[in-house]
Nanobody, 125 residues
Framework: QLQLVESGGGLVQPGGSLRLSCTASGFTLRYRGIGWFRQAPGKEREGVSCISASGGITNYADSVKGRFTISRDNAKNTVFLQLDSLKPEDTAVYYC??????????????????WGQGTQVTVSS
């Protein structure tokens, strides 16, 4: 009943772009901080970006700063992650996560309560 679903992943060449979406069903995202994380096979899940409930505060991992952009449309109950200038090292499953009670931009996995199943992003020639 409380579900997050990511979409928009795919196979792109280096330098390409993708726009990931995270849509909630069964609950509202309006008052919740949202995070994006990614995990490559055999590696630890890492934080990519986060956004506060209002969208006024955002943060990015150094590895993606200047290339990725997080945004949200609370009317559509959706958050986005725009991936530009993609590199092979960006290849991973990308997950969105929502806080149950927190409205801040948070970077730790432990700060989040609801997780999507992930969408695969593959950057390769």
């Amino acid at each position: 009943q409380l579900q997050l679903v990511e979409s928009g992943g795919g196979l792109v060449q280096p330098g390409g772009s993708l726009r990931l979406s995270c849509t909630a069903s069964g609950f509202t995202l309006r008052y919740r901080g949202i995070g994006w994380f990614r995990q490559a096979p055999g590696k630890e899940r890492e934080g990519v970006s986060c956004i506060s409930a209002s969208g006024g505060i955002t943060n990015y991992a150094d590895s993606v700063k200047g290339r990725f952009t997080i945004s949200r449309d609370n009317a559509k109950n959706t958050v986005f992650l725009q991936l530009d200038s993609l590199k092979p090292e960006d290849t991973a499953v990308y997950y969105c996560a929502a806080s149950r009670f927190g409205n801040q931009c948070m970077s730790a996995m432990s700060d989040y309560d609801y997780w999507g199943q992930g969408t695969q992003v593959t950057v390769s020639s």
